[in-house]
Structures are given as structure tokens and as C-alpha cells.
């Protein structure tokens, strides 16, 4: 109970340490959208990602933001160039899509 308030109170003080998903669907507007579909909007030139948390777990999505090239080696997707705190926000994102 008094740890949990601490970590809101620290939360609170620094908004930058706490991304969520809100924030998340912010970040993929601006970097991912041109190239990704969500629930019928977005560009084609990579594959939908309304259903991809249900396909890929969160460690393959957290490592192809890392390294696209890991998973296809001529892949035209760039390397995320945010924070890893943005990186998990987008993570928390595509997980709470439904
Ligand atoms: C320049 C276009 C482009 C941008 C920008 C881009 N991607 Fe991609 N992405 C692709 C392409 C093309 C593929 C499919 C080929 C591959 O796996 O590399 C892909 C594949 C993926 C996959 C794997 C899907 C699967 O089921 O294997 C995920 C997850 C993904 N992108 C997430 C993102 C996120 C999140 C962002 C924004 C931070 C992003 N991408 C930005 C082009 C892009």
C-alpha cells in the first residue's frame, strides 16, 4: 500500500518515467503509422498490426523495434529511434489493441 503510493507520487513528480499506452499510440502515429495499418488506418507498406499481439509476443515486437534485421535481414523498417520508455509504451499499445 505505502510503496504503491510512492511509486505514483514518483510517477507523478516524473512524468517522463511513466509512458503508457496513451502515449504509445501517440509515438506509433508519428513513426509507425506511415508504414502500418491499425483497426483499417495507416499505411501498407508493412504488414496490419491491429491483431498483432494475439500473432508475436511481446519480446519478438520489443526486439523488431530494436533490430528489424534480427527477424528479416533485408527489412526496410527502421531502427526505433526513441527512448526504451517509448518503446515499451508502444509495446503497451499494440498489447491493449483488441
Ligand atoms: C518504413 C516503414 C516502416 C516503419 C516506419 C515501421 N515499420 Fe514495422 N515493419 C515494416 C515492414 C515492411 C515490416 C515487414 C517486414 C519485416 O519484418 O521487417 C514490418 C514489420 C513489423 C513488425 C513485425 C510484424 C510481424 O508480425 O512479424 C512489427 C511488430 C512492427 N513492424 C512494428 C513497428 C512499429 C511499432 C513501428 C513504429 C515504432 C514500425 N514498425 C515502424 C515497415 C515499417
Redesign the pocket.
Known amino acids: 500500500m505505502k510503496k504503491s503510493f510512492l511509486l505514483a507520487a514518483i510517477a507523478f513528480a516524473v512524468p517522463g518515467l511513466c509512458l503508457a499506452a496513451a502515449d504509445g499510440q501517440k509515438?506509433?502515429q508519428q513513426?509507425?503509422k506511415?508504414?502500418?495499418k491499425v483497426n483499417g488506418v495507416g499505411?501498407k507498406?508493412?504488414?496490419d498490426?491491429s491483431k498483432?499481439s494475439g500473432?508475436?509476443d511481446e519480446n519478438?515486437?520489443r526486439g523488431?523495434?530494436k533490430e528489424?534485421?534480427k527477424?528479416?535481414s533485408d527489412?526496410?523498417?527502421?531502427v526505433?529511434d526513441?527512448s526504451p520508455a517509448e518503446?515499451d509504451a508502444?509495446?503497451e499499445y499494440?498489447k491493449n489493441l483488441k
Open positions: 509515438i506509433f513513426k509507425c506511415m508504414c502500418h499505411g507498406l508493412g504488414p498490426l498483432v500473432q508475436r519478438y515486437i523488431k523495434l528489424p534485421s527477424t528479416k527489412s526496410v523498417m527502421p526505433f526513441g518503446a508502444v509495446v499494440l
